[in-house]
C-alpha cells in the first residue's frame, strides 16, 4: 500500500498541535472527562465505552447524557450493573440520545451485567480471536481489526439481543470506520505523561492502534492531504493512521489530537 507524503511543514504542525491538545486542560470538554470521573478500572471501562457510543452530535450535549447515564446508576456504574434488580431499571426508559433509546440502554445494561460476570476487564472482549477480517495489507492492526470483529459477534450474539442496538456497534467487517469504537481503545490503549489517556489495557498496543475520524479529523486530514481515499471508511482509517506512522511508528494515533484539535477550535 503506498503512503502519502508529509511535507516537513505539516509534520511541524501535526507535532505542534498533538502537544497542545494532549493535555488535562483540553478534557472538560470532551466526552474523555467522564471515564475520568472515576478512578475504578470497571467503572471507567462502562462509562468510557458508553460515553464514546453517544459520542456524536454536539459535546454539551454528548456530556449532559452520560452524566445523567451516571445519575441513573446512582454515581457507581459497576456496582450497578453489577447488582441491579429488575426495579431499578424502570428509570431507563426515558432515557434517550438522538437514536440511542430506552431499549438500546437497557441491553447495555443486560450485556455488562453478563460480561463482567465471567470477567474482570473489558479488554478481554476486545481480544483477537482469529477471525479473519476484510483488509490483509496491513498486518500491525489486525489485533485492532479482529479484536472490534469478536466484540461485535460477542455483543449481538445474545438471544435478547435487540436487532435495532446492532447499529451502535460498528464492525470492519462491514467495512466502518468504527470512529467510536476506536476512540474508545485510545482511551484505554494509549500511555503517555499527560494524563489524558488512561493507558489501562495492555494485551492491544499504542502502535496497533487506528485513528478514529469523526468530521473534524475528516475534514482537516483531506485539507492537510493526509487523506485521498473518497470514502470515510474502514480502508480510509488504515490509509490515514499509515500516513501518521510515518511520523510516529510508535503512537501515531496521538496525532487524533492534532487532526480533532484543529477541526473543533476552527483552526481549520
Known sequence: MSRTSISPA???????????????????????????????????EIMGFWAAVLAWGQRPVIL?????????????PYDFVRNHQETDLKRFLAFRHRTFNATDALYFLHFFRNYYQQYDSLEDAFL??????????????????????????????????????????????RHSSCKRLLMFLRWMVRQDDQGVDFGLWTRIQ??????????????????????????????????????????????????????FGLGVEGEM
Open 128 to 173: 483477537a480471536t482469529g477471525t479473519p477480517g476484510p483488509d490483509q495489507y496491513a498486518p500491525v492492526y489486525k489485533p485492532v481489526e479482529e479484536g472490534l470483529i469478536a466484540f461485535h459477534n460477542r455483543f449481538c450474539c445474545d438471544p435478547y439481543f435487540p436487532e435495532r442496538t446492532r447499529k451502535h456497534i460498528a464492525t470492519p467487517a
Open 10 to 44: 505539516v509534520v511541524e504542525l501535526l507535532n505542534q498541535k498533538a502537544d497542545q491538545y494532549n493535555r488535562p486542560s483540553f478534557i472538560d470538554r470532551d466526552p474523555i472527562s467522564i471515564p475520568h470521573q472515576f478512578s475504578r478500572r470497571q467503572d471507567i
Open 64 to 76: 449532559k447524557k452520560s452524566s445523567e447515564l451516571i445519575t441513573l446508576m446512582d454515581g457507581a
Open 206 to 259: 499504542p502502535d496497533q492502534l487506528l485513528i478514529p475520524i469523526d468530521v473534524h479529523v475528516n475534514r482537516v486530514a483531506r485539507s492537510l492531504g493526509l487523506l485521498t481515499r473518497p470514502q470515510t471508511d474502514w480502508k480510509a482509517v488504515v490509509a490515514l493512521t499509515e500516513t501518521l506512522r510515518t511520523i510516529d511508528p510508535d503512537d501515531p494515533v496521538r496525532y487524533d489530537f492534532a487532526l
